[in-house]
């Protein structure tokens, strides 16, 4: 693979139309589905340190076999992004989820990471043109109508929204500080590094909220448990999160977040395909206003 250094800047809606950031809206819509058949067989922390874990198993030894480079002078900064893309971003959603935010409303709040990032794009350097503001409008609009059905608040304890909250607010801050400080390095180690902070920070919280313990005794070992947790480890902690950094030090974090649009109506097309979960009229439009609000957001046009 190579290095992050060697990658020329690319923008403009051909390339987010390509199969890469494509693949990659899949592949991050599937963490509600792994969540949906995971959760109930494991407690949240204990899913994430598990997960972080296999993640370091598969990637550590391949880059003490591939000789892949470590940053230098980075070290500091990949982790403490990592911490906040990882540990605090799925703390944050899967404990919501636990407590019982419908996964619909859990979406649209963490939907709001385009926005955000837009409006701190001038802290990286970047500029927000009009007619990508109409896209961001469009996007959290057509998002809003996806999720309209299944947002129900009744119940909903202020924990649960709190949380919610902290993870949007840890995903935006984490991407906006790697596109910062350090957007080029080997995704092979990079990824180690981020892995492990974020289970040094993860693991003692499983111990203290959840009783954690060397045998693992509150998990569920079944056959959806496990095929959750090698989905989650293969497909998204590593083939998303890599498609993620890749489009990070490639293109405008404001370009790249507002391809978080599509994942709540792709996950809810999910969903309907295999859950029969209701997918309605209004879902459809949804899908539609936020596919041309992103388009509006990576368009070169002013």
Wanted: proline fraction near 7%; hydrophobic fraction near 60%.
């Amino acid at each position: 693979m190579p290095d992050a250094s060697s990658a020329a800047p690319v923008s403009g809606p051909a390339s987010f139309l390509s199969p890469v950031p494509l693949f990659f809206v899949f592949l991050w819509s599937t963490g509600f589905i792994v969540a949906k058949f995971g959760l109930p067989y494991a407690p949240p922390l204990t899913f994430i340190v598990l997960r972080f874990l296999c993640v370091l198993a598969i990637l550590a030894p391949l880059v003490l076999l591939l000789r892949a480079p470590w940053p230098h002078g980075k070290v500091m900064h990949i982790a403490l992004a990592g911490v906040l893309l990882h540990a605090g971003y799925l703390g944050g959603v899967w404990c919501a989820i636990k407590l019982g935010m419908p996964a619909g409303l859990s979406a649209l709040i963490v939907g709001m990471q385009p926005i955000l990032t837009a409006f701190a794009a001038p802290l990286v350097g970047e500029t927000v043109r009009p007619r990508q503001w109409l896209g961001l409008l469009f996007g959290i609009a057509g998002v809003a109508l996806v999720v309209a059905a299944k947002i129900e608040l009744v119940g909903l304890s202020s924990t649960a929204i709190a949380l919610c909250v902290l993870a949007l607010v840890s995903i935006t801050v984490g991407t906006l500080y790697q596109k910062r400080y350090c957007p080029q390095f080997d995704l092979r180690t990079g990824t180690v590094i981020q892995f492990a902070a974020s289970t040094v920070v993860i693991l003692p919280l499983a111990i203290v909220f959840e009783g954690l313990g060397p045998d693992f005794a509150a998990v569920q070992w079944t056959a959806h448990f496990i095929g959750a947790l090698a989905w989650a480890v293969l497909a998204v902690s590593i083939g998303a999160i890599f498609l993620l950094f890749a489009l990070i030090r490639r293109s405008d974090a404001t370009q790249v977040t507002s391809l978080l649009y599509l994942t709540p109506p792709t996950t809810a097309l999910m969903a309907w395909l295999m859950f029969g979960e209701a997918f309605n009229a209004l879902g459809i439009a949804g899908m539609a206003l936020a596919v041309a609000g992103v388009f509006f957001v990576v368009s070169k046009s002013k």
